[in-house]
């Protein structure tokens, strides 16, 4: 791959600090595969520097960098699947859990993100339960502690001084939590997409 020159120092900083980083992000790649990817990089450089040649250098240059990403994110998947693909074709135990290891990171916050979407559901259903077993359902306390959320035998109430604390509240205190939960996944699946 040839560097490209910058007439500006600062800009050539800014170029040859992305090039590191994209090398050294690139490193568990095979040799063939890591010149693929620092080539395909740098002719988008080169392309992107080529538009508006009236702008600052360092300006233009940061601005299409701004759009390839931050070479950790973007090259997380592609180094995931590359791996994959080198231990299934070598069998090497090493490659194997290597590339487990950097695909099961990339999914892991997705999971994560299906099991609280998925919690969701608890919200409708302790609102249901509440519906249908009004005096059994809520959120209790003991003598000003947090006892439990959700449903305790009648019969427990009395002889442990339990006490519900919502009554009527209940199920509207369940909708806004759930639409505030909704909103707090939501808001960090957007924060974890932007960041890429």
């Keep these: 791959m040839k560097a490209i020159d910058f007439e500006q120092k600062t800009a050539q900083k800014i170029y040859d600090s992305y090039i590191k980083r994209l090398e050294k992000t690139a490193k568990p790649l095979l040799r ?3 010149e693929d990817v620092l080539m395909e990089f740098n002719s988008h450089i080169y392309e992107g520097m080529k538009r508006n040649p009236d702008e600052n250098e360092a300006d233009r240059l940061l601005d299409i960098l701004e759009k390839l990403g931050e070479p950790e ?10 791996k994959l693909e080198q231990a299934t074709n070598t069998f090497n135990p090493i490659h194997v859990f290597k590339a487990l290891a950097l695909n099961v990171g990339n999914g892991v916050f997705y999971i994560l993100m ?7 559901s ?3 259903f302790l ?3 509440k519906i249908t077993n ?6 209790f306390f003991k003598e000003g502690n ?4 959700g449903s305790i035998n009648p019969d427990n109430l009395q002889e442990r001084n339990i006490v519900e604390v ?5 199920i509207p205190a369940m909708m806004v939590s759930g639409v505030v939960f909704y909103a707090a996944i939501t808001l960090l699946l957007r924060l974890k997409r932007k960041a890429k």
């Excluded at 009004?134 to 959120?139: D, F, I």
């Excluded at 947090?146 to 959320?149: E, G, I, K, N």
């Excluded at 919502?166 to 209940?170: A, C, D, I, S």
């Design 122 to 124: 608890l919200f409708v």
């Design 114 to 120: 299906t099991l609280l979407y998925l919690s969701l």
């Design 146 to 149: 947090f006892m439990a959320l």
């Design 127 to 129: 609102i249901y339960a």
């Design 73 to 82: 994110e973007v090259l997380k998947p592609l180094i995931a699947e590359k």
């Design 166 to 170: 919502l009554g009527n509240w209940f």
């Design 134 to 139: 009004p005096t059994e359902v809520g959120l």
């Design 32 to 34: 063939e595969d890591r």
